[in-house]
């Protein structure tokens, strides 16, 4: 933990008293978003402190071009960026001509700011003393829209206390803006025309490169002790930027309010010539409603979201709040309505990892979706990467593979790599194994197969056509080999056989081929059709066989494990909790090549495998690899504690597996990484919730059936949480005596529950 001022609370995210150091970091905490667009905390008004500005509308991305110091063949040519959007949300406010600006008012108490995840909307209030002396109070609120999600609302309001003031408000739209993560700081927006009309404006811009639409707009109403008041606004506009001033003398007491309705249109959605048209529709139905109805709305989605979502912790407010923080932020990232969005591993919160897609939608979030939404919702994350194929394909042929092998990217937008780290781009190709994984992952839970046939067996054709080439005949070990990569554990480059990787290219081989005999046998149809489209022949299989029954994994007798990858046993094994505190962590603080030279692992790596196919190994193997790999682990990845945790659990060593449930869903929330000003941890988030269903209530499916281990930290009186299995809403409540089960629907569902058959039927109360 390295910062602790978020304050404990159920629905929650609170912070008391204003803090300077800490702005950038609540930017990140506080942020907003709806699945189409989203936007890190920044005060409305003017804000000359340190400070991480940024807007995201989804979808909307420019390339960076690489920037290296040694150019290497297939490199990727750019780095897509999420970008920095026009900004939507300033409203500039003068009193008595004094500007308000926390960062040089005389005083400022009562500094309070609260997102609350219930109801999906973020608050401020304080008293300043401006530097004129004059003492007001100021109140704000805001949220995106979800049934709108091309709308945002602000209301804010300022009351002056003991003095008669003239207070102006300026609300505006800014597209002279920056990205903070940039290589050339190259210009990303062109502005196409800057327009008004009455207390509407309008900047209608496109992308540079990538020719994205965007029109940003607003429009304001003011309103004085809650009536409202008609004022003809003054106007100032430049090139790509518009504002409009409302003044006004205002009594001591007087509450003077403004309510700004703005956001974004964008030509993936609309004509592009239509952008201001769309724009005055979506604020005509917004005022027409007005902010209250539109609040009142707001809190009826989410309320239909945590229906499903919500998971229930009793005992342990800490524990409660973290991981309703992490169900909001998935749900604020991605909602599963545009089948061309992906979850970014910051999502609306920062520009850090570009914002692209990474293997940690498939790995970690798509569990998370199939349970808490329709199935639709996951399958729509599968045809993301089936309709990436063909670039997946392009990829490989980039990099000498033949014959429709596909390599999907690292990172990408649109089906292209577009990571510019060498040892990542070229290497970590166990994101390949993530994409069939998600496959298998989703046919097991939802029993539908309709997919595979459909779709899903050209990507695991296309995946197993890149293992079978990307090994090599070692006649030394007289075994395949895979050389030259990096796995989960990236402080580990360029190692040969990674058991992770060589397992994952066994299992990809293997799975592939046993679907293509399946719908060889029972979809003749699209089996003609995929086995013309893609030349499938029967030596061509005989190859991959023989790759996948004769893969090397590198083992060591005398540990009684499988060994990382080849020479791990060379390095100075000096454990974790040996390290002095002050080198953690240890990417802060050493160099690369330190950090490549010792034991120190990133993030699970074997035991990443031993979660994905756990049914394929003993409880003893696991925890002989858990007891040999996670004294070594500095879990300087997000992605780390969440499958520790899972894995404690599963060996029933519930206080080990508490602590890392804490370290999860308070990652960002305590900072345990120094880095939370940049963005939060969105992707591993899902994480959080699979260590509560999976971890603690040990959810599995096992030979077609649900099946449950449940525990429960000592820490905790109950906990409860809700997973939709093929269209059977289940509620599992745990307390330290027993387990609850009920069933919404209209059938009977038998579970495993501690591996014993257990009937369950709607709307009665099973425990067991």
């Known amino acids: 933990m390295n910062q602790d001022y978020i304050k404990p609370d159920n629905w929650s995210i609170i912070e008391e008293g204003f803090d300077p150091s800490r702005v950038e970091s609540s930017e990140s905490l506080f942020s907003i978003g709806n699945g189409a667009m989203g936007q890190r905390a920044n005060f409305e008004e003017t804000y000359t402190g340190e400070t991480f500005q940024g807007s995201y509308i989804a979808g909307v991305y420019y390339p960076d071009k690489t920037r290296v110091g040694w150019w290497k063949n297939g490199y990727p040519e750019y780095f897509a960026k999420v970008l920095n959007a026009p900004n939507w949300i300033g409203i500039n406010v003068s009193v008595n001509e004094e500007q308000l600006d926390l960062g040089t008012c005389k005083k400022i108490e009562g500094f309070k700011r609260e997102l609350n995840m219930q109801e999906g909307w973020l608050s ?63 210009k990303f927006w062109d502005v196409l025309n800057v327009s008004y009309k009455g207390q509407q404006a309008f900047i209608e811009a496109k992308t540079m490169k990538t020719d ?47 309510t700004k309705m703005g956001g974004y249109t964008v030509d993936r959605n609309h004509d592009k010539i239509q952008l201001v048209n769309v724009a005055k529709k979506v604020l005509e139905t917004a005022f027409e409603l007005g902010f209250d109805q539109l609040l009142k709305k707001q809190k009826e989605a989410w309320a239909s979201i945590w229906e499903r979502a919500d998971i229930t912790i009793e005992g342990d407010v800490s524990a409660q709040q973290g991981i309703r923080f992490n169900i909001f932020q998935l749900n604020q990232t991605y909602l599963g309505k545009d089948s061309r969005l992906n979850i970014g591993p910051k999502g609306f919160t920062g520009e850090k990892y570009g914002g692209s897609t990474y293997w940690d939608t498939e790995a970690y ?19 993301y990467r089936y309709n990436h194929l063909d670039k997946a394909i392009e990829n490989a042929e980039k990099l000498g593979f033949k014959n429709g092998a596909a390599l999907y990217p690292m990172v990408t937008m649109n089906g292209e790599e577009c990571h510019n780290e060498w040892e990542i781009t070229f290497e970590e190709i166990h994101r390949n194994g993530a994409i069939a994984f998600a496959i298998y992952n989703y046919y097991r839970y939802t029993g539908d197969y ?48 990674n058991w992770y990787t060589n397992y994952l290219a066994q299992w990809c081989i293997n799975y592939a081929l046993e679907n293509i005999e399946k719908v060889d046998n029972e979809y003749q149809d699209d089996f003609i059709r995929i086995a013309k489209k893609v030349k499938l022949t029967k030596t061509e299989m005989a190859l991959w066989k023989a790759v996948a029954d004769n893969m090397y994994f590198p083992y060591s007798q005398k540990h009684n494990v499988y060994l990382q990858q080849d020479g791990f046993l060379d390095k100075e094994l000096i454990t974790v ?67 520790h945790s899972i894995q404690a659990a599963k060996l029933g060593r519930m206080e080990q597996a508490y602590m890392f449930y804490l370290r999860t869903s308070r990652l960002d929330l305590d900072d345990y990484n120094h880095e939370v000003h940049e963005g939060l941890h ?19 499916v096992k030979n077609n059936t ?50 014993n058959p257990v009937t369950i039927t709607p709307n009665n109360l099973v425990t067991v």
């Open 124 to 186: 401020r209030s304080f008293i300043a003393t401006l530097s004129n002396g004059i003492e007001v109070q100021v109140e704000t609120k805001r949220f995106l829209s979800l049934d709108m999600d091309e709308l945002g609302a602000i209301q804010y309001s300022v009351t002056p206390i003991g003095d008669d003031v003239e207070i102006l408000f300026q609300p505006y739209l800014d597209i002279g803006i920056t990205n903070k993560d940039t290589n050339w700081d190259d």
């Open 212 to 258: 994205f639409h965007v029109c940003t707009y607003m429009e304001s109403k003011i309103s004085l002790n809650g009536k409202t008041v008609n004022i003809e606004p003054a106007l100032y506009s430049q090139e790509d930027y518009i504002s409009l001033e409302y003044k006004q003398n205002i009594k001591n007491g007087e509450t003077y309010t403004i």
């Open 365 to 383: 979030c798509i569990p998370f979706y199939m349970a808490t939404k329709d199935q639709s919702v996951a399958k729509t994350l599968l045809e």
């Open 450 to 497: 309709s997919y595979i046939p459909e779709k899903g067996l050209e990507v695991l054709i296309g995946i197993a056509r890149f293992w079978q080439q990307r090994a090599n005949f070692s006649k030394d070990k007289n075994k395949y080999v895979i050389l030259g990569v990096t796995g989960p554990n990236e402080y580990e480059n360029n190692v040969d056989n």
């Open 577 to 643: 909790d040996e390290l002095d505190k002050s080198n953690r962590p240890i990417n802060q603080h050493w160099s690369w090549d330190r950090i490549l030279r010792s034991p120190y692992i990133k993030q699970a790596d074997i035991l990443q495998g031993f979660y994905f196919f756990e049914d394929q190994f003993t409880d003893e193997e696991l925890a002989s690899h858990f007891d040999f790999y996670e004294p070594f682990t500095v879990h300087e990845s997000s992605l780390s504690p969440c499958v």
């Open 682 to 700: 969105i992707t591993s988030m899902a994480g959080t919730w699979m260590s509560i269903v999976e971890g603690f209530g040990g959810m599995r």
């Open 706 to 755: 649900l099946s449950f281990t449940p525990q429960i930290p000592k820490q905790w009186k109950g906990y409860s949480f809700k997973v939709n299995f093929r269209d059977a809403i289940i509620k599992v409540n745990v307390t330290q005596s027993e387990t609850n089960f009920e069933l919404e629907g209209e059938h009977e569902l038998q579970i495993l529950v501690n591996d």
